[in-house]
Nanobody
Framework: QVQLVESGGGVVQAGGSLKLSCEAS????????AGWYRQAPGKQRELVAT???????KYEDSVKGRFIISRDNAKNTVYLQMNSLRPEDTAAYYC?????????????????WGQGTQVTVSS
């Protein structure tokens, strides 16, 4: 069973940086567009960044200029570099292969969710 495994979260002060990784045991990431999502307590999961198979990226407005999504298809891994972090970025972060690259409306996901990685930004 192919699984998505997110890592790299942690506790950071406002203005700091973190780099998240999402690795799949099979080729589901390298053969698909991919997206990073986040879910804060009491809120719905939201899509924050997408990347096409060829590396074209799109971002939700609140993270534009601060987050960078990238991919290494040879490693079946997608990354999210998060800079200038804000307390409102606090959430559990997840990745998933997706059927398109639009932010709005968000495209359907193609796989079961992983366990996510928690990002906490203190003020």
């Amino acid at each position: 069973q192919v699984q998505l495994v997110e890592s790299g979260g942690g506790v950071v002060q406002a203005g700091g940086s973190l780099k998240l990784s999402c690795e799949a045991s099979g080729e589901i990431l390298s053969l698909n567009h991919a997206g990073w999502y986040r879910q804060a307590p009491g809120k719905q999961r939201e899509l924050v960044a997408t990347i096409s198979i060829g590396g074209y990226a799109k971002y939700e407005d609140s993270v534009k200029g601060r987050f960078i999504i990238s991919r290494d298809n040879a490693k079946n891994t997608v990354y999210l570099q998060m800079n200038s972090l804000r307390p409102e970025d606090t959430a559990a972060y997840y990745c998933n292969p997706i059927r398109g690259v639009t932010i709005t409306p968000p495209p359907p996901v193609k796989w079961a969710w992983g366990q996510g990685t928690q990002v906490t930004v203190s003020s």
